[in-house]
């Protein structure tokens, strides 16, 4: 049963840490998004890779947030320095050349 | 700007009753229109997808409706369960990208 996981699920954390999240997508999928939902915002995109090139990053805030793919079978998005209004849910989302996607379980960030 | 509008509040419906979602969009032009349930703690999960050209789809007790003259869709549960509350999103891809925009989700509850 493929699926997409994430670690950690949660992550408790104080303001100026720096924090990295992880997501392995499903074997084969050649695209990887990165979501982070909060009640106000609902769901923003934050990145898009296909076959592991960054093709947008627009609603990333670049001066704390990047994403990477080290290789196909992972992607990392790191928070440096965190901030309290960073604390939300942050989803990796894996596709396999259709246009569903297949998220993960979530990591639930919560920065004090 | 670009809008894609879900009613906020939460439709409360009577197990067996058919659950009518509505998902309505300005200044897209959408060639796919997607339907993913999320369940409080997990990721979102893809139900449906929808093509621009396609007026309806069918998969068992779902059915989603796409009116671009109206720029609305409509997503159908018939004879619902407790099962079915959860919060439905509505993702519209727009022609030329490969990056779905979520609206926020209606959150459907369903009484025994």
């Known amino acids: 049963d493929a699926r997409v996981t994430q670690t950690p699920r949660d992550k408790v954390t104080e303001m100026g840490q720096e924090v990295t999240m992880r997501c392995q997508p499903i074997?084969?999928?050649?695209?990887v998004f990165w979501y982070r939902q909060t009640m106000m915002q609902g769901l923003e995109l934050l990145a898009y890779?296909?076959?592991?090139?960054?093709?947008?990053d627009s609603g990333m805030p670049k001066d704390r947030f990047s994403a990477e793919m080290p290789d196909a079978t992972l992607a990392t998005l790191k928070i440096q320095p965190s901030e309290p209004r960073d604390s939300a849910v942050y989803f990796c989302?894996?596709?396999?050349?259709?246009?569903?996607?297949?998220f993960g379980p979530g990591t639930r960030l919560t920065v004090l | 700007s670009q809008k894609i509008e879900q009613n906020s509040e939460a439709l409360n419906i009577q197990e067996g009753k058919t659950a009518t979602l509505t998902c309505n969009y300005t200044?897209?032009?959408?060639?796919?229109l997607q339907w993913y349930r999320q369940d409080p703690g997990r990721g979102p999960v893809f139900l449906l997808l929808?093509?621009?050209?396609?007026k309806e789809k069918r998969k068992e007790r779902l059915k989603v409706t796409f009116d671009t003259t109206l720029k609305q869709s409509l997503f159908h549960i018939t004879a619902s369960q407790p099962a079915d509350s959860a919060t439905y999103l509505c993702?519209?891809?727009?022609?030329?990208?490969?990056?779905?925009?979520f609206g926020r989700g209606t959150s459907l509850i369903v009484h025994p």
């Open positions: 200044n897209y032009s959408p060639a796919y």
């Open positions: 074997l084969g999928h050649n695209t």
């Open positions: 890779f296909r076959n592991r090139a960054p093709l947008d």
């Open positions: 929808i093509r621009e050209n396609e």
């Open positions: 993702a519209l891809d727009e022609r030329g990208s490969y990056i779905p925009t």
């Open positions: 989302a894996s596709g396999g050349g259709y246009n569903e996607q297949f």
